[in-house]
Every structure is written in structure tokens, then in C-alpha cells.
């Protein structure tokens, strides 16, 4: 077997691990529709490598007793980073999403990337299994690379993630702050059998407005990533009620989405049955979205970069196809 069909059968089992949790060799088998002996070599291999370990047994039909495996959360971790204007939070979490520490830093001037790369190398030293970083950034983001941000504009035009890859010799992936949000919601909020549907999560954070669209599970990034860049969407408004109202108005009449997720910053409240006295007032009552309000900003942030930082640890394992 070649090397490059090993690792995406190792990583195969390693997702179906990680999503069931624990299963026999035959569970994993009849699952991947994988040959039996094949799967039991590669988990024997993995459990000698420390990554996968022995979850008790059952009793076969026959009477013999049959090893469950589930894979060892700590055998590789994440790190997940919150860039903004004035702060950089990060956090580090095992395979199964548990924090195991996190800090924020105060940056000052045109500092991030140097803050960035101390702060990772800092982690690496501490956790030598640090095997993926993924990291939201507020602005327009097309393949790695910051097109477009309010705050801290000196990084326009810098392929952050690679700058910093090539510093720290680990794979970093940088997504855009409103998306992130979008998926951590999606991924936790909405019901499994309606994922089909569409959804736009609208948020407010320091440095402006923006949205997340999510249609047919998919991520909508725009040809040049710039898909979501609400603040852009004219007339603008001084008033903030008539701004959003704008705002919902263009999201309903282009995309009009299964679900509206509102996200205010977290300390500001909006007045959700004004919103919605607006919308009934100007969409016919078959095109008005479910409207949900969120003020776990923060928190879905956080879910989203977990599960995208987890997801690139697996090359063959694709996420929303982001």
C-alpha cells in the first residue's frame, strides 16, 4: 500500500472515531466499507503510536470478547486565535474540542504578526502534538490572504497565514470573522435534518458589521471572498435601527434565507420585535426567513474556529466545503 493511500485510510478511521467516539474494529470496518484485517493493522498501528486507546470491551455473539478502541483526545491538538484591532485571544484544544489553555494579549501598533508568531512558538514549545491553527480575522479574506480590513488596515494585502506557517512550520488557516460565527451556529443550532436549508448569520462586532451565508451547507464566499461585506450595502444610514433595517432588507430580497440570525455586540442589545414588526410589514408573509436572535457572539466564534481547526487536522475531511 502506498504511503498516500496509508494516511487517508489512518485519517478515515481517525474521523470515524472521532464521530463515534468508540467503536470495535468491525464497527469501523462496516462503516468505511474498509477491509476488516486492513482496519485492525492500522488501529494496532495507531494504538502502539499512542493515538488511539483501548474503550473497554463487548461480548460477541459467540461469547469472545471484542476491543472497543476511541481515539486519545490528547495525542494531537489545535490552536484556535481571535484577531482584532486591539487583542489577539487564543486558545488550545484537544481532538475533542476541550480547552486546554487560553490567553489573551493586548497588542499596540503594527505588532500582530510578531505577537502572533511569539505567541505560537511559546505553544509549541508546551505542546510538541500542536498540529493545526486556525485563525478569524475582521475583514475580506480570499485564500489565506487579508484583502480587506477596517482594523489593522497595515495588514491589507498580507497572506497572514502563510507568513506565519512559514515561522512556525505548522499549517495555519485564516478565515474571516463573520463566517466563523456563521458555521459555529449552523454547526450547533440548526437542526440536522433542515441543514439543506439556507442561512445567513448577521453580526456586529468593533469593527463594523458583517454577515455569514450558508446555502445548501455550503459556506457563499463571493469570487474574490468579499460575499457578506454588509456594511458596503447603500444607502447608509446614521441612525443603527435603519442600518440594520437595510441590511435585512438586501439579505432577505438576495438571498432570502430558510433562517436570519441577528448577532448584536455583546454589550448591545437590539429590539427583536421591532425587527420583526419590520419584516412582517415588508415581505410577503411566504418569503419572511425564521428570524433567530444569538448573543453568544463570542461563543460561536470559538465553536467555529474549534471545529475548523479540528477539521483541517484530517486533509481528506472537508467542512460546510469551505
Known amino acids: 500500500m502506498s504511503e498516500d493511500l496509508h494516511e487517508r485510510n489512518k485519517n ?11 467503536c470495535t474494529q468491525k464497527d ?15 488501529i494496532d498501528e495507531m494504538q502502539k503510536n499512542g ?18 478502541y476511541r481515539l486519545n483526545e490528547d495525542s494531537s491538538y489545535a490552536m484556535i486565535i481571535c484577531l482584532t484591532m486591539k487583542t489577539i485571544k487564543i486558545q488550545v484544544i484537544n481532538l475533542f474540542k476541550k480547552v486546554k489553555e487560553e490567553q489573551t494579549f493586548e497588542v499596540a501598533g503594527e505588532k500582530h ?26 475583514g475580506n479574506v480570499q485564500e489565506g490572504k ?14 497572514i497565514a502563510q507568513i506565519l506557517s512559514q515561522k512556525c512550520e505548522l499549517p495555519v488557516f485564516t478565515f474571516n470573522d463573520a463566517n466563523v460565527m456563521a458555521l459555529g451556529y449552523y454547526t450547533k443550532h440548526i437542526e440536522i435534518s433542515l441543514k439543506n436549508n439556507s442561512m445567513v448569520y448577521l453580526c456586529c462586532t468593533e469593527t463594523g458589521p458583517g454577515a455569514g451565508v450558508i446555502v445548501d451547507s455550503k459556506i457563499v464566499n463571493g ?32 438571498i432570502n434565507p430558510r433562517y436570519l440570525v441577528l448577532s448584536p455586540q455583546t454589550n448591545k442589545k437590539i429590539d427583536e420585535d421591532a425587527i420583526k414588526e419590520f419584516v412582517c410589514a415588508n415581505f410577503p408573509e411566504h418569503s419572511i426567513p425564521e428570524l433567530r436572535f444569538s448573543s453568544e457572539t463570542e461563543i460561536n466564534l470559538t465553536d467555529g474556529l474549534a471545529a475548523l481547526a479540528i477539521a483541517n487536522l484530517f486533509p481528506n475531511r472537508f467542512l460546510l466545503n469551505w
Open 146 to 159: 487579508i484583502m480587506y480590513v477596517s482594523q489593522p488596515n497595515y495588514l491589507v494585502g498580507t497572506d
Open 28 to 42: 469501523v470496518a462496516d462503516g468505511l466499507e474498509m477491509n476488516l484485517s486492513l482496519v485492525g493493522k492500522i
Open 223 to 254: 469570487f474574490s471572498g468579499f460575499a457578506g461585506e454588509v456594511y458596503a450595502i447603500w444607502p447608509r444610514q446614521e441612525n443603527e435601527t435603519l442600518q440594520i433595517q437595510n441590511y435585512i432588507s438586501a439579505i432577505i430580497s438576495v
Open 51 to 68: 493515538e488511539v486507546v483501548q474503550a473497554g470491551q463487548d461480548i460477541s455473539r459467540g461469547g469472545w470478547l471484542i476491543n472497543r
Open 12 to 22: 478515515r478511521i481517525k474521523k470515524f472515531l472521532l464521530n463515534f467516539l468508540s
Open 113 to 138: 504578526i510578531d505577537c502572533l508568531n511569539k505567541a505560537i512558538l511559546d505553544v509549541k514549545s508546551r505542546y510538541p502534538a500542536l498540529r493545526s491553527i486556525a485563525m478569524s480575522v475582521p
